[in-house]
């Protein structure tokens, strides 16, 4: 079983940048894929981002793509979520999570492991 944190949520300006990151205990990072999720009140949770064990591929929802990158260190059992440009609908609770199966899965069902989830909010 692994355990997620994560950090480095905000309040930001339209337009600014925040680094998400999200750090693994009890097992090592490189067993999963990790993703990046979203979730506003009332709305189903979405994948932000998703990234292979060894980091060779990525998976980018299409209201991101050019603007947000999904990186990690395995060796810091650590995965971030570089942010810029960032728009007032990318306001959210951010959770990152981890996949024990092969593939970028873009559903939650496939996950495993949670963190606590971290606070972002983009004024306009």
């Known amino acids: 079983q692994v355990q997620l944190v994560e950090s480095g949520g905000g309040l930001v300006q339209a337009g600014g940048s925040l680094r998400l990151s999200c750090v693994a205990s009890g097992r090592a990072l490189r067993d999963y894929v990790m993703g990046w999720f979203r979730q506003t009140p009332g709305k189903e949770r979405e994948l932000v981002a998703s990234i292979s064990w060894n980091g060779g591929r990525t998976y980018y929802v299409g209201s991101v793509k050019g603007r947000f990158t999904i990186s990690r260190d395995n060796a810091r059992n650590t995965v971030y979520l570089e942010m810029n440009k960032l728009k007032p609908e990318d306001t959210a609770v951010y959770y990152c999570?981890?996949?024990?199966?092969?593939?970028?899965?873009?559903?939650?069902?496939?996950?495993?492991?949670w963190g606590q989830g971290t606070q972002v909010t983009v004024s306009s």
């Open positions: 999570a981890a996949d024990s199966t092969y593939g970028l899965h873009t559903s939650p069902d496939n996950y495993d492991f």
